[in-house]
């Protein structure tokens, strides 16, 4: 079965550092993988998703992603995080039956 | 960007009341829109895929008696939850993809409704 895992439930991190927002994920064949932000009382937003080709995507906001074949990882980055970027974030994938299965979401939270 | 407009955004009303939630795709046509619940800090649970024209598909565990959808055009779904109770109390999102992209698109997302039971 298609599974998604988001192994930490909160990240904090100061302003100006990298972020890492960490997502593997479990899927029969070709992964289609995305990742979207929530904020407070909002629906999702997309930020970049991977389906082929180069294995680093960069998305909206100056997020990329990295996606790892052998390592079944699609971790969020960014180089520089801001305080706006404190959000909700949800890795997800898309299954054979087109559905999308979503992790249980990581809370971002940058410092000033 | 492709839009999807959900409303009401907000909705609070007595237990026993029906509540209809609408989800529009703007500027595209969808034949398949996603009905999600999400608790408080919780991931999003997919309640059930509305298929323009034909049933929906409703996912185990979500009674299609009380989650009442209803797809009649390609640029509208919705959502009713019928004879609410406290315990239906939730957060939903309506999401749709573009029926021109490729499978590989992303779904776009509606700003959801608060739904509170009283």
């Known amino acids: 079965a298609q599974s998604v895992a988001q192994p930490e439930d909160q990240v904090n991190v100061a302003e100006g550092n990298p972020l890492t927002v960490k997502c593997t994920y479990s899927?029969?064949?070709?992964?289609?993988l995305f990742w979207y932000v929530q904020y407070p009382n909002r629906g999702l937003q997309f930020l970049l998703k991977y389906i082929t080709g180069d294995n680093l995507v960069k998305g909206s906001y100056g997020f990329e992603a990295e996606f790892n074949k052998s390592q079944t990882s699609f971790h969020l980055k960014k180089p520089s995080a801001l305080v706006s970027d404190s959000a909700l974030y949800f890795c997800a994938v898309r299954d054979v039956s087109d559905k999308v299965i979503f992790g249980p979401g990581t809370s971002l939270s940058v410092i000033p | 960007g492709a839009v999807v407009s959900q409303h009401p955004s907000r909705v609070i009303c007595k237990s026993g009341t029906s509540v209809k939630i609408e989800c529009r795709s703007l500027?595209?046509?969808?034949?398949?829109m996603f009905w999600y619940r999400q608790f408080p800090k919780k991931s999003l649970m997919l309640m059930a895929t509305?298929?323009?024209?034909?049933?929906?598909?409703?996912e185990q565990g979500v009674e299609k008696d009380k989650f009442l959808i209803n797809h009649a055009s390609l640029t509208l779904s919705t959502l009713t939850v019928t004879s609410a109770h406290p315990e239906d109390s939730s957060f939903y999102i309506c999401?749709?993809?573009?029926?021109?992209?490729?499978?590989?698109?992303?779904?776009?997302f509606g700003d959801g409704t608060r739904l509170s039971i009283l």
């Open positions: 500027d595209f046509q969808a034949t398949t």
């Open positions: 899927v029969s064949g070709n992964p289609y």
């Open positions: 509305s298929n323009e024209g034909s049933k929906a598909t409703y």
């Open positions: 999401s749709a993809r573009d029926l021109m992209v490729l499978r590989s698109g992303a779904q776009h």
